[in-house]
């Protein structure tokens, strides 16, 4: 029986094993999940004397931007993030990659399959920033980044040919077609950073957060007739970019879709 499992710091809010375990139980895949916890100071060594009982890992908070320097081949969307996410190994070398950009992309295509032009605000400037940032540079389309931390929106938007905003009542709602939400804002509490006489229906809004899956920032677009994304959809996709990697099989979204809502029951 193959092994998977995800590392973090702490670990038991994780849906990964869920959404993978539905994937086995669909494709009939002979493979256990595993949710794993390692402190930080254990990460190093953990991988070298674990790592080799594992087909696959998924790697998540707070060990993605150190797990770069613990592969030994990147690929090149991990590099330019500075994160990896997600651990296989290819002739006994390990490879980490990065596939939260993918979940971003596929995420915002549900609603907007061509990203080429499209004017994006995007706020925060964390790991999750700069791997929307990676997604949306590829697909061509042009971002403005503000965060609370106005420097670390300089720095990101110097990095990934962006721009910087440094105020959001400054802001013309008008500028925008997607507004994404990539802070931690909303998570587990009903705050939104933008006001609610921002949104107009040209909008799509996507929220990272999802916990809860409906946030303020989100129900506020809705109310004013924005079309909306919600954070399970780039969860899901990311996770399904894993699965196709470590399987080399499709799995349709839908299966991992209805294990994010299960796992909560
Ligand atoms: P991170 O690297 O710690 O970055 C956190 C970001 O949130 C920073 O930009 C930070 O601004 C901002 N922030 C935190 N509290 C704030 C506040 N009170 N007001 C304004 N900004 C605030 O975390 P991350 O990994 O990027 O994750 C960010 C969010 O995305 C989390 O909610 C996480 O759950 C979510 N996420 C979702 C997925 C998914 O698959 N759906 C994947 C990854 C992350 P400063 O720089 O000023 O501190």
Redesign the pocket.
């Known amino acids: 029986m193959k092994k998977f499992a995800v590392i973090g710091y702490p670990i038991s809010h994780s849906k990964s094993p869920a959404l993978h375990e539905a994937g086995f139980n669909e494709l009939s895949i002979d493979a256990e999940f595993s949710a794993i916890e390692v402190k930080p100071e254990d990460l190093a060594s953990w991988i070298s004397l674990n790592m080799i009982d594992y087909a696959g890992v998924a790697v998540t908070?707070p060990h993605?931007e150190k797990m770069v320097e613990l592969v030994q081949k990147l690929s090149p969307a991990a590099k330019v993030i500075g994160a990896v996410n997600t651990l296989f190994w290819e002739h006994e070398v390990l490879h980490g990659t990065n596939t939260?950009c993918v979940?971003v992309l596929r995420a915002l295509q549900t609603e907007v399959p061509e990203l080429e032009g499209k004017k994006v605000l995007l706020?925060?400037?964390?790991?999750?920033?700069?791997?929307a940032l990676f997604a949306l540079q590829t697909a061509g389309a042009k971002t403005v980044v503000w965060?609370?931390?106005a420097e670390?929106a300089v720095t990101l938007a110097e990095e990934f040919h962006a721009e910087a905003a440094e105020s959001l009542t400054a802001l013309n709602p008008d500028k925008f077609d997607i507004v994404i939400n990539?802070?931690?804002?909303?998570?587990k509490e009903w705050k939104s950073?933008l006001p609610e006489d921002f949104w107009t229906p040209h909008h799509v809004a996507f929220d990272?957060?999802?916990?809860p899956l409906e946030t303020r920032f989100l129900s506020e677009a809705a109310e004013a007739g924005a079309r909306t994304v919600t954070?399970?959809?780039?969860?899901v996709h990311?996770a399904l970019e894993q699965f196709h990697l470590w399987h080399d099989m499709e799995l349709e979204p839908e299966v991992m879709g209805n294990a994010f809502f299960l796992a909560d029951e």
């Open positions: 908070i993605k939260d979940g706020l925060g400037a964390g790991g999750a920033a700069r791997a965060n609370r931390t670390k990539s802070t931690a804002v909303g998570l950073l990272m957060v999802y916990d954070g399970d959809q780039m969860l990311q």
